[in-house]
């Protein structure tokens, strides 16, 4: 038995929960994430055609990498647990583990570039948001590939400061970005409020979905970086980095497929007025932060009498319509308001 081998073994065996225990857990969550992707994203096939190209294209190859980083991770599995089974050394080996720095950028640096060219638009296209994003997602893809092409020969206690920058060039820039893209998004949203309760509360839900989706992502990724910085690469990291890009296509997809939901989560509000004859006129109006609104007026003919208002409601969350109306606060008094997400 080699000199190393023996230091591995006895490094492993004195708490092998923490070592094996992380890899067995990220192979699970791994798994059980992509399901949860695959779902999602069949849920998303049935309107992606209103997505625009490069919205498809990042969302293709964001989903891409998640299968691929799924199958390495099986790979890594069945080399570590089957094919070497009883060995030590490779679980104080980079020689798998290093290329999750490659596999990771393809799904977490698709994910990313979707939410800033988001902040983007919200923000009124905003250049200076934009290229601040993505000078934090080049440093980004910089550190892991560094990291795989400077660790994939060494082992965990062997680590210069070199490689360990690339780590933490890693992780850190893309804390940098996620807190760039959040309150980018968070700010722009905002800002679009319009005075109407209709469209605020829609801001509002726009605001949650948008938080609810991006925090953890940023959460797995200052754990990421903390835990390194506090152990370097114990098993426990190797577990973030195993689920990590998942965390992000979650969210990604989440977002997606709630703004379907919200186009059919329609609240409309209906006046009948007399006139000479009767129709309907359409017209849409886009407001900055990508809130639009679409309104239809319609003109029924009484015999000339004036039939007054009537208003419904179809959704609970814009109960309030009726009484918006009545005040007054509706831009128009004769339009029937539906709010989308574009």
Same mark, same amino acid.
């Given at each position: 038995m080699s000199t190393v081998e023996q230091m591995a073994m006895i490094e492993v065996t004195s708490n092998l929960g923490s070592? $094996?225990?992380?890899? $067995?857990?990220? $192979?699970?969550?791994?798994?059980?994430?992509?399901?949860?992707?695959?779902?999602?994203?069949?849920?998303?096939?049935?309107?992606?055609?209103?997505?625009?190209?490069?919205?498809?294209?990042?969302?293709?190859?964001?989903?891409?990498?998640?299968?691929?980083?799924?199958?390495?991770?099986?790979?890594?599995?069945?080399?570590?647990?089957?094919?070497?089974?009883?060995?030590?050394?490779?679980?104080?080996?980079?020689?798998?583990?290093?290329?999750?720095?490659?596999?990771?950028?393809?799904?977490?640096?698709?994910?990313?570039?979707?939410?800033?060219? #988001?902040?983007? #638009?919200?923000?009124? #296209?905003?250049?200076?948001?934009?290229?601040?994003?993505?000078?934090?997602?080049?440093?980004?893809?910089?550190?892991?590939?560094?990291?795989?092409?400077?660790? #994939?020969?060494?082992?965990?206690?062997?680590?210069?400061?070199?490689?360990?920058?690339?780590?933490? $060039?890693?992780?850190?820039?893309?804390?940098?970005?996620?807190?760039?893209?959040t309150s980018s998004i968070m700010f722009g949203l905002y800002r679009s409020r319009s005075g109407y309760e209709h469209t605020d509360v829609l801001v509002r839900k726009l605001m949650r979905i948008s938080l609810e989706a991006q925090v953890p992502p940023t959460i797995v990724a200052l754990l990421f970086f903390t835990q390194f910085a506090s152990s370097s690469m114990t098993s426990i990291v190797q577990f973030i980095a195993i689920i990590h890009p998942k965390v992000y296509l979650t969210g990604c997809l989440a977002i997606l497929n709630s703004r379907e939901s919200m186009r059919e989560n329609k609240t409309t509000y209906v006046v009948a007025s007399g006139s000479g004859g009767s129709g309907c006129s359409s017209s849409r109006l886009t407001k900055g932060g990508g809130v639009s609104i679409t309104t239809e007026t319609y003109v029924h003919s009484d015999g000339g009498s004036t039939a007054g208002k009537e208003a419904f409601d179809s959704h609970a969350p814009f109960a309030n319509t009726h009484t918006l109306a009545e005040k007054g606060d509706l831009e128009s008094p004769d339009q029937e308001k539906t709010f989308v997400l574009s």
């Open positions: 070592h $094996l225990g992380p890899l $067995l857990l990220g $192979l699970a969550v791994d798994s059980l994430l992509l399901g949860v992707c695959v779902h999602q994203f069949i849920h998303y096939c049935g309107h992606h055609a209103k997505e625009a190209t490069h919205v498809r294209f990042l969302l293709y190859l964001a989903c891409l990498g998640a299968v691929a980083g799924t199958i390495f991770t099986w790979a890594t599995s069945m080399h570590m647990f089957v094919y070497n089974y009883g060995l030590y050394e490779q679980f104080t080996s980079c020689d798998w583990i290093a290329w999750y720095g490659v596999l990771d950028p393809l799904t977490k640096i698709s994910v990313q570039a979707f939410y800033a060219e #988001r902040a983007w #638009r919200i923000n009124k #296209r905003n250049y200076f948001i934009l290229v601040a994003i993505g000078i934090c997602l080049c440093c980004s893809v910089t550190g892991s590939v560094g990291y795989t092409i400077l660790a #994939r020969t060494k082992h965990m206690a062997e680590f210069d400061q070199i490689t360990k920058i690339f780590f933490y $060039l890693w992780p850190g820039a893309c804390i940098c970005a996620d807190i760039l893209i």
